[in-house]
C-alpha cells in the first residue's frame, strides 16, 4: 500500500466496489501445518476509478457472518 500510495480509504471503496473474486489460489506458506488455506484475489476500482488488487482470506465468526481478511494491496495493472 505504501509504495502505491494507497490508502485504508482506497482499499475499503475498492472492496466494496467489487462484484466477484478474480481467482482463488492455496496458501504456500511454510508455516501453515494441516489444510492450507484458500486466498482470494479481488481487483476492482475505488471510487475514483483507480484499479486496486487485494488479497485475503474469507473469515466465517460465529458460524453465520463471513469477513473478508484483508493481506495484502496495489495498484492493478
Known amino acids: 500500500m505504501e509504495a502505491d500510495r494507497l490508502t485504508e480509504l482506497d ?3 475498492s472492496l466494496l ?3 466477484t473474486i478474480y481467482k ?3 496458501s504456500t506458506s511454510p508455516t501453515r501445518r ?3 488455506e484458500r486466498l482470494y ?3 476492482s ?3 475514483t476509478g483507480l484499479p ?3 488479497k485475503g482470506k474469507l473469515v466465517k465468526e460465529a458460524g453465520m457472518e463471513i469477513y ?3 493481506i495484502s494491496a496495489k495498484r492493478s495493472l
Open 52 to 54: 486496486i488488487y487485494t
Open 24 to 26: 482463488t489460489v492455496r
Open 34 to 36: 494441516g489444510t492450507r
Open 11 to 13: 482499499i475499503a471503496e
Open 68 to 70: 473478508y481478511f484483508f
Open 17 to 19: 466496489n467489487a462484484t
Open 45 to 47: 476500482t475505488n471510487l
Open 41 to 43: 484475489m479481488i481487483e
